[in-house]
């Protein structure tokens, strides 16, 4: 069965702090993954999107990571900030001819002054 | 100012009615999606567009209906049928199938 799990479930650190997402899959045919953040009350908004032969993707101060031989996403955010606070969900595209993506449920960042 | 616009923010229903969210597109996309997100769950795939006139249902179709009579319009109607309609509604649309999909700000629907 095609599943996204990520961890941890919710996450709170201090600004200017940095910390790591994680995300496992299980999605095949496999053919991209990304991550998206999503405000409260707001649709997702794209940060990443990484191929089967892309291991590491930057924007800004977010940095992802994939290593598909074992399934696995980071997201690293580096000197947080207060509008970091979100929800953070990677999302990964199955190759069945639709690209159907399987969505986790996310991580919930929250960034204290 | 190109983008997706989901209308209205919050809307209220009773119990029993029919109710259409609608979103609009102005980024020339052939293909449109609708989800549904729950707390503690992932976003489903309810229905998609690949093109207009044409449409197919997603993992969680049952109880909703959409039409595609305009490329940049797709509204989606919650039907008395659906057993559970209190749900964020998001709308998202890709220049075609398997490219990046670009969100609308969503629709709150609650059902009482």
């Known amino acids: 069965k095609n599943q996204v799990e990520q961890s941890p479930q919710s996450l709170i650190i201090l600004e200017g702090k940095n910390c790591t997402l994680q995300?496992?899959?299980?999605?095949?045919?496999?053919?991209?993954l990304r991550w998206y953040k999503q405000d409260t009350g707001r649709g997702p908004v794209s940060l990443t999107i990484?191929?089967?032969?892309?291991n590491t993707k930057s924007n800004g101060r977010y940095t992802a990571t994939l290593d598909a031989d074992t399934k696995q996403s980071s997201l690293h955010i580096t000197a947080s900030q207060l509008s970091d606070s979100a929800s953070y969900i990677c999302?990964?595209?199955?190759?069945?001819?639709?690209?159907?993506?399987?969505f986790g449920t996310g991580t919930r960042l929250l960034v204290s002054p | 100012d190109g983008g997706i616009t989901q209308s209205p923010k919050y809307l209220f229903r009773k119990e029993g009615q029919n109710v259409t969210l609608s979103c609009e597109q102005n980024?020339?996309?052939?293909?449109m999606y609708w989800y549904r997100q729950d707390p503690g769950q992932g976003l489903r795939l309810i229905y998609y567009?690949?093109?207009?006139?044409?449409?197919q249902k997603g993992d969680i179709a049952e109880g909703y209906s959409v039409s595609r009579e305009k490329k940049e319009s797709f509204p989606l109607t919650v039907t008395s049928a659906q057993k559970n309609p209190t749900a964020f509604y998001l709308c998202?649309?890709?220049?075609?199938?398997?490219?990046?999909?670009?969100f609308g700000p969503g629709t709150r629907l609650t059902v009482t």
């Open positions: 998202a649309s890709s220049v075609d199938r398997g490219r990046e999909q670009y």
């Open positions: 995300c496992n899959y299980t999605v095949s045919p496999f053919s991209n």
């Open positions: 990484m191929t089967f032969s892309e």
């Open positions: 999302v990964v595209s199955a190759n069945t001819g639709f690209q159907k993506l399987v």
């Open positions: 980024l020339n996309h052939d293909a």
């Open positions: 567009s690949q093109i207009v006139n044409d449409f």
